[in-house]
């Protein structure tokens, strides 16, 4: 007996939920869909893609490429395009795969698009039926629209109301199709010559519009558009290879004024992000909602101080009242002493009647998240020598200690030392963490970033820059290079870097929305120039950056 197509109130052993990834984007999964992920034991994927998208929603970031990583608690991903032998699997081949684990596991069988829409889910759903193994479904954004919206393009609008979408593996009667309807076509570029000259045959208008977009709703998306008459030859001359969807009617003219994603300003940029290997992907997210492609590389790791009797020393001078002020000069520092006080079973009551400093707005984020507010954080520049500039000189009357605690990484600048020192304050100067040089990245990644093949390097440290320098060499004179601040922009000159986007405020959301409005500067200019709109990359300059050249 079947157990039903009804998911019960509590999980049972084994289920099978044939989930839709969608086209492409990550963004497009359903809200059910990412649930389901995130509670699999198992997941049988579909395409080579759908490992990073997991990893994505999991937020485990891609696998590194060089180094085995492990996820104990995370999910088995088990191939379904291919057997162990390294053969495509047949579609009978693939049910008893999804089958087998069904019967022991929670499984999600992840497909592209829609299960139930030119994809193999009912055939492996009525599998699951014989097998006694429960399933649901979980619908996903089919390509048949999306492809076509992320292009710009309507499949209807209020004078052309019909669609037809055709699969163009087999024999198809393009008679049928004489009359003016949207065809959307589905696997249609290898055939594309020979479906062109039916429609014509069959009485489409040469001058039809037509478009053809390769690899839909991810920042690789690149559309095409002619007419019924040349496109064959404008295909063949692009080299324009499957998966495509093709957009054939008189919608195809909207994408002029509709186009939207691929003119993001950053769009198909290819971004190097050097972190440290505990930094956020909010700096990524940025860059791809700007049509960008992150890729981040750890420049630096951070680190326990090799001795830590200084720091359980400050931290237990501090639960004492030894200190008026603590002051955090950056996010690590935060995370180093939230720790130690977790280490010592404490929490943030601990702070009590102290004064905090921040030398920032994402330090007093950090800050904030643990419960506590910064009394002081710099309102102009968010550095150092700003926050000395709005630091209170000592006053014996009304501040009944002197001593400052300042946790901080082992290469920071002792000029925040000097200064409080020159207003009447004691300084513990503690070492809270050490900031040491990552491994060097892959080779193919080191040779990116000589040769152009980045389209920009975001930095959002000067020890970004002398770490990336150091593992990887100068990043190619074609590339846009970005900095948060000042001092970062000294530090990049001072390597042979010429700094084409300083944000205004050292924060990297904003740095992210200037290096944007820096893109998009730059293909206004290429389109009233009357040039094709390319990316940094797409230009070698001969020789290499010297400060100061525009």
Not at 148 to 161: C, E, V
Not at 212 to 237: H, K, P, W
Request: glycine letters at 10%.
């Amino acid at each position: 007996m079947t157990r039903g197509n009804t998911p019960p109130t509590k999980t049972p052993t084994g289920w099978v939920s044939f989930v839709g990834s969608g086209p492409g984007d990550p963004g497009l999964l359903t809200v059910r869909a990412v649930e389901l992920i995130k509670e699999a034991e198992v997941i049988v994927t579909e395409a080579p893609e759908h490992e990073d998208l997991v990893r994505t929603v999991l937020g485990l970031g891609p696998r590194p490429v060089d180094e085995e990583e492990q996820q104990p608690s995370g999910p088995v991903l088990v191939d379904g395009g291919f057997g162990e032998d390294g053969q495509p699997l047949t579609h009978a081949s693939r049910a008893r795969v999804v089958v087998k684990h069904g019967k022991k596991h929670r499984v999600v069988r992840l497909m592209t698009g829609d299960p139930f829409l030119y994809a193999s889910g009912p055939e492996e759903a009525q599998a699951c039926v014989k097998a006694g193994v429960g399933f649901d479904i979980v619908p996903g954004v089919s390509a048949v629209q999306a492809v076509p919206a992320y292009a710009g393009i309507p499949l209807t609008d209020k004078t052309h109301r019909e669609v037809a979408v055709v699969t163009c593996g087999g024999s198809v009667d393009w008679s049928q199709y004489a009359d003016d309807r949207t065809l959307v076509l589905l696997s249609g570029v290898g055939t594309l010559a020979e479906t062109a000259k039916a429609l014509l045959a069959a009485g489409r208008p040469p001058r039809t519009p037509v478009a053809v977009t390769r690899v839909g709703t991810t920042t690789e998306q690149a559309t095409l558009t002619s007419t019924l008459e040349n496109v064959a030859a404008d295909v063949r001359a692009a080299r324009v290879a499957p998966p495509a969807i093709i957009v054939i009617g008189d919608v195809v003219n909207l994408r002029e004024t509709l186009s939207w994603f691929e003119t993001k300003p950053l769009f198909g940029w290819r971004v190097l992000v050097p972190r440290t290997k505990e930094q956020a992907g909010s700096l990524s997210a940025r860059i791809r909602a700007f049509g960008g492609v992150p890729e981040e590389v750890p420049t630096i790791s951070v680190e326990p101080p090799r001795n830590p009797l200084q720091m359980d020393k400050a931290v237990r001078g501090l639960v004492e009242g030894r200190y008026e002020w603590i002051a955090f000069t950056s996010v690590n520092a935060v995370k180093a002493v939230r720790e130690k006080f977790e280490e010592y079973g404490l929490d943030a009551r601990a702070f009590s009647g102290l004064k905090i400093a921040a030398v920032g707005d994402k330090t007093a984020e950090a800050i904030a998240a643990w419960g506590l507010r910064a009394d002081l954080v710099p309102t102009g520049e968010q550095s150092a020598a700003g926050l000395l500039a709005e630091w209170p000189p000592y006053d014996e009357l009304l501040d009944p200690i002197n001593r400052v605690f300042l946790p901080r990484a082992d290469i920071a600048t002792e000029t925040l030392v000097a200064g409080l020192v020159e207003l009447g304050w004691e300084c513990d100067d503690v070492t809270a963490y050490r900031t040491v040089r990552a491994t060097p990245p892959p080779a193919p990644t080191r040779d990116a970033i000589k040769t152009g093949k980045f389209d920009s390097v975001v930095f959002t440290s000067s020890s970004t820059v002398r770490n990336l320098v150091g593992i990887a060499g100068k990043p190619h004179p074609s590339t846009v290079i970005a900095v948060i601040g000042p001092a970062t922009a000294k530090t990049a000159e001072e390597h042979g870097l010429r700094v084409d986007v300083m944000a205004s405020k050292p924060d990297v959301e904003v740095l992210v929305e200037e290096l944007a409005d820096f893109g998009a500067a730059r293909r206004l200019a290429m389109l009233e120039a009357g040039q094709p709109v390319t990316k940094p990359s797409d230009r070698k300059a001969s020789g290499r950056r010297k400060v100061g050249t525009k």
